[in-house]
């Protein structure tokens, strides 16, 4: 059974850091392409971020530029995204997603998902 476990998430301050983490199990990472959703309370999800397979081309949505940063060991079939500068609107339930070899910005583009790990910026 494929599955994702997410961890990392939790409190953080404005300008700190934090590294989420989403292992997969039941699969090898090493075909998947994996993006980073967030959804904030009364909005919809969107796209953080993504990797690929290969050489590992990334992409990340405007507001995040700069401050996040994606990283895969497949190895370890694990992907991260390390998060630093923290902003109050950062505060979003951050979600894993995979889908064959290439990024899409799409939700429905991605078959398989993680239940989610909350993340608060807050001082």
């Known amino acids: 059974q494929l599955q994702f476990v997410e961890s990392g998430g939790g409190l953080g301050q404005p300008g700190g850091s934090l590294r989420l983490s989403c292992a997969a199990s039941?699969?090898?990472?090493?075909?998947?392409?994996i993006g980073w959703f967030r959804q904030a309370p009364g909005k919809e999800r969107e796209g953080v971020s993504c990797?690929?397979?290969?050489?590992?081309?990334?992409n990340y949505v405007d507001s995040v530029k700069g401050r996040f940063t994606i990283s895969r060991d497949n190895t370890k079939n694990t992907v991260y995204l390390q998060m630093d500068s923290l902003k109050v609107e950062d505060t979003a339930v951050y979600y894993c997603?995979?889908?064959?070899?290439?990024?899409?910005?799409?939700?429905?583009?991605?078959?398989?998902w993680g239940q989610g790990t909350q993340v608060t910026v807050s001082s």
């Open positions: 997603a995979a889908r064959m070899y290439s990024c899409r910005w799409a939700e429905y583009d991605y078959a398989y």
């Open positions: 039941g699969f090898t990472l090493d075909y998947y392409a």
């Open positions: 990797i690929s397979i290969g050489r590992f081309g990334t």
